[in-house]
C-alpha cells in the first residue's frame, strides 16, 4: 500500500513538472505570438510615431533612427520643395517630389515583391507588387519594360522612369521608406530612410524580446527541473540508495538495520516495516538453527532411549540362547524383555503420534463426554501401573455434570503422558493426585505429585518437542509432554506447568475453555 502511495506521487509530481513546463511555454508561445500578431497588423507604427516630438521640435540628431531601423541604416529630411535640411550622413540628399511617389509611405507599411519574368512577346519585364498591411488599400501592380512603366494599377502615370525612379520602385540596391510630418515651425517635412531592410529595428525589437522571453523560459525551465530532480533525489533516489545497502547486508550478513531515517513518512514507514522484517528474519533464522540444533539432540535422545531397551533385550536374549541364565531366573528375565519391549514400542509410538498428529489430514473424532466419568476411567486403567511403582493415587474430582467435547482416544494419550512423567520421574512412596473443577465454563484438572519436582531449566522447556534434558538425573526426550500439549490446543485447551503449593511439587494445569456446558 505504501509502494502504491509513493508511486502515486511520484507521478503526481511529474505531472506537475510537465503542467508547470507546459503552462511556462505555453505563455512564452502567446506573448511571442502577440508581438508578431501585432506587427503583422501594423502596429508597428506606434514605434515611430512615439518618436515624432523629436521631429516636431526638429531634433533630429536625437532621432533613435538605427534602432528603429537598424544600425546600417540613414535617415534624412526634406522639405515640401525636396531639398535636404538634416542628413544623418551629414551628405546631402535630394529627391524630386515627383519620385516620392516611387518612395514606399512607411504610414502605410506596405509589403514588397519583386519578379522578373519574360512575356509572350520574348521581352523582360518587372513586375512590382505592392500590398499595404492594413489591408485599407487594394494592391497595387506595376509592370515596367525596361525602365518604362507599360501598365499600372496605382495613380502613376505611364512615363519613362530615370535610373533613380527604377530604384526607388523596385528596391535594387536599397530600401527606402517615407515619412511625412508636421513641425512646429507649421511646415510639413518629409523623412527619408535607406535601410537594408525597412523596419529592421522592429524587427530586432522583436527578436531582442524574443529571445530574452526564451532565455528566461529556458532558465525557468531548467529550474524546475533542476528541483525536480534534486526533489526526486532526496525523496526516491536516496532514499533507495540506503534501502538497497540495506538488502546487500541482509544478503551477506543475513541482517540488516536501517538507522532512524529523517525524510517523507512514506519511506520512513517502509524503513520501519524492513527493520521489522529483519528483526523477524533474524529471529526466524536463529529460531530455525535452535529448532535444527533440538532436532539433532532429539534424535540423539531418541536414538540412546532406543538403544536402551534394545540392548536389554539382546543381552537377556543372548543370555537366555547361551543358557547362562538359571532356571528359576528364566520367567524373571522373560518378564524383563518383555517390558522393555512394551517400553521400545510405546518409544516409538510416540514419535509416530507425534508426527501424525502434526499432519493437515489427520483428524480428531470428537464427542460429548462427563469429564469427571471420563477422567476416573483412564485413571482406573492406570491404577496398577502406579501401584507397581509403589507409588498412590488420590481422586479429587469435584466438576461433577460438567461435560467436554474430546477425541476418546487421544485426549487419554495426553492424560496418560503427563501420568507416565510423574511415574518415570518420581521414586516409590510418590503421591498423585488429580482435582477437578469447574468455573465460567472451563473444566479444569489438576495433576500434581509430591515428588521430586522440575528444576527450572527443565521447566522452561518442558512442553517443547525435540528438546532433550537431564531432570533428576533421570534422562528423558521430552516428547510425551509436547504430545500432550499439542492433543490439549488441538482441543481448544491450555496446560501450563502451573505453581507449587509446596506439598505438590509439581502441578499440571490443565483447562479446557470451550464447548463446555454444566449439566
Known amino acids: 500500500m505504501k509502494n502504491r502511495t509513493v508511486l502515486k506521487q511520484l507521478i503526481g509530481r511529474v505531472a506537475i513538472l510537465v503542467i508547470l513546463l507546459i503552462a511556462v511555454f505555453g505563455l512564452a508561445y502567446l506573448n511571442i505570438n502577440n508581438l508578431y500578431l501585432k506587427f503583422d497588423e501594423a502596429e508597428q507604427m506606434t514605434q515611430i510615431?512615439?518618436?515624432?516630438?523629436?521631429?516636431?521640435?526638429?531634433?533630429?540628431?536625437?532621432?533613435?533612427?538605427?534602432?528603429?531601423?537598424?544600425?546600417?541604416?540613414?535617415?534624412?529630411?526634406?522639405?515640401?520643395?525636396?531639398?535636404?535640411?538634416?542628413?544623418?550622413?551629414?551628405?546631402?540628399?535630394?529627391?524630386?517630389?515627383?519620385?516620392?511617389?516611387?518612395?514606399?509611405?512607411?504610414?502605410?507599411?506596405?509589403?514588397?515583391?519583386?519578379?522578373?519574368?519574360?512575356?509572350?512577346?520574348?521581352?523582360?519585364?518587372?513586375?512590382?507588387?505592392i500590398q499595404y498591411a492594413d489591408m485599407s488599400e487594394s494592391g497595387q501592380m506595376i509592370i515596367i519594360d525596361e525602365n518604362q512603366i507599360v501598365s499600372n494599377s496605382s495613380i502613376l502615370n505611364h512615363h519613362q522612369l530615370s535610373e533613380e525612379e527604377l530604384n526607388y520602385l523596385t528596391g535594387n540596391p536599397v530600401m527606402l521608406g517615407r515619412y511625412q510630418f508636421a513641425a512646429d515651425d507649421g511646415n510639413t517635412y518629409t523623412m527619408i530612410v535607406n535601410s537594408d531592410g525597412m523596419l529592421n529595428g522592429v524587427y530586432n525589437d522583436i527578436e531582442q524580446r524574443t529571445l530574452q522571453m526564451l532565455a528566461g523560459v529556458l532558465i525557468v525551465a531548467l529550474l524546475l527541473i533542476g528541483f525536480f530532480i534534486l526533489d526526486m533525489r532526496y525523496r526516491i533516489i536516496r532514499p533507495l540508495v540506503v534501502l538497497d545497502k540495506a538488502i546487500q547486508d541482509m544478503e551477506t550478513e543475513g541482517k540488516a538495520s536501517i538507522e532512524e531515517y529523517k525524510g517523507p513518512k512514506e519511506y520512513a514507514d517502509i524503513f520501519n516495516e524492513f527493520n521489522d522484517m529483519s528483526r523477524k528474519i533474524a529471529d526466524a533464522n536463529k529460531a530455525s538453527r535452535q529448532h535444527q540444533q533440538d532436532k539433532l539432540d532429539f534424535y540423539n535422545g531418541i536414538s540412546h532411549d532406543l538403544k536402551t531397551p534394545i540392548t536389554v533385550i539382546k543381552g537377556y536374549t543372548q543370555a537366555l540362547k547361551d543358557g547362562t541364565i538359571e532356571e528359576e531366573s528364566v520367567d524373571r528375565t522373560l518378564t524383563l524383555i518383555d517390558e522393555k519391549a512394551d517400553e521400545l514400542n510405546e518409544m516409538i509410538n510416540q514419535f509416530?503420534?507425534?508426527?501424525?498428529?502434526?499432519?493437515?489430514?489427520?483428524?480428531?473424532?470428537?464427542?460429548?463426554?462427563?469429564?469427571?466419568?471420563?477422567?476416573?476411567?483412564?485413571?482406573?486403567?492406570?491404577?496398577?501401573?502406579?501401584?507397581?511403582?509403589n507409588m498412590t493415587l488420590e481422586l479429587d474430582l469435584q466438576a461433577a455434570g460438567a461435560v467436554i467435547e474430546?477425541?476418546?482416544?487421544?485426549?487419554?494419550?495426553?492424560?496418560?503422558?503427563?501420568?507416565?512423567?510423574?511415574?518415570?520421574?518420581?521414586?516409590?512412596?510418590?503421591?498423585?493426585?488429580?482435582?477437578?473443577?469447574?468455573?465460567?465454563?472451563?473444566?479444569?484438572?489438576?495433576?500434581?505429585?509430591?515428588?521430586?519436582?522440575?528444576?527450572?531449566?527443565?521447566?522452561?522447556?518442558?512442553?517443547?518437542?525435540?528438546?532433550?534434558?537431564?531432570?533428576?538425573?533421570?534422562?528423558?526426550?521430552?516428547?510425551?509432554?509436547?504430545?500432550?500439549?499439542?492433543?490439549?490446543?488441538?482441543?481448544?485447551?491450555?496446560?501450563?506447568?502451573?505453581?507449587?503449593?509446596?506439598?505438590?511439587?509439581?502441578?499440571f494445569k490443565i483447562v479446557i475453555p470451550s464447548n463446555l456446558k454444566k449439566m
Open 352 to 389: 509416530y503420534h507425534y508426527n501424525i498428529t502434526d499432519h493437515s489430514a489427520f483428524q480428531y473424532h470428537l464427542e460429548a463426554v462427563s469429564a469427571d466419568e471420563y477422567i476416573r476411567t483412564v485413571m482406573i486403567r492406570k491404577l496398577a501401573e502406579i501401584e507397581n511403582k
Open 49 to 129: 510615431k512615439q518618436y515624432d516630438k523629436i521631429l516636431a521640435k526638429k531634433e533630429f540628431s536625437s532621432y533613435p533612427y538605427q534602432k528603429l531601423f537598424g544600425s546600417d541604416s540613414v535617415f534624412w529630411v526634406l522639405d515640401s520643395s525636396g531639398r535636404s535640411v538634416y542628413s544623418a550622413d551629414g551628405q546631402s540628399h535630394c529627391i524630386d517630389a515627383n519620385d516620392l511617389l516611387y518612395i514606399i509611405d512607411l504610414k502605410q507599411y506596405a509589403y514588397r515583391s519583386v519578379i522578373h519574368y519574360s512575356g509572350e512577346d520574348g521581352k523582360k519585364y518587372t513586375g512590382v507588387f
Open 406 to 507: 474430546i477425541d476418546r482416544s487421544e485426549f487419554r494419550r495426553a492424560i496418560d503422558n503427563i501420568i507416565n512423567n510423574a511415574i518415570k520421574h518420581n521414586a516409590g512412596n510418590t503421591k498423585i493426585r488429580l482435582l477437578s473443577s469447574f468455573c465460567e465454563n472451563s473444566y479444569i484438572l489438576l495433576i500434581e505429585d509430591d515428588g521430586k519436582g522440575i528444576d527450572t531449566a527443565a521447566a522452561e522447556k518442558i512442553f517443547e518437542p525435540f528438546v532433550s534434558s537431564i531432570a533428576n538425573g533421570l534422562y528423558g526426550n521430552g516428547l510425551g509432554l509436547s504430545v500432550a500439549r499439542k492433543i490439549i490446543e488441538d482441543h481448544h485447551g491450555e496446560i501450563i506447568l502451573d505453581e507449587s503449593d509446596g506439598k505438590y511439587r509439581t502441578v
